[in-house]
């Protein structure tokens, strides 16, 4: 009776650790995907600086706005 119990532990013990396995292998894919949106938002910041400071010096050259 008891040797049946540990059998049904341990077969689930090993449901539960391939289980852990692919969590673990998704969660290394969200994790990637979330490194590559950072980089996106980085690469979106520095264009916008860009074309902040270029919009500044066209206003500046058409005196739309007062220095």
Not at 17 to 26: F, W
Not at 29 to 56: K, M, N, P, W
């Amino acid at each position: 009776m008891v040797l049946e119990h540990l059998r049904m532990i341990r077969g689930d013990l090993g449901e539960i650790k391939a289980n852990v396995r692919e969590l673990q292998t998704r969660m290394g894919g969200v994790e990637t995907g979330l490194a590559d949106l950072h980089r996106l938002i980085a690469e979106q910041s520095v264009r916008i600086d860009c074309l902040a400071g270029r919009v500044e010096r066209i206003e500046t050259r058409l005196e739309l706005v007062s220095p």
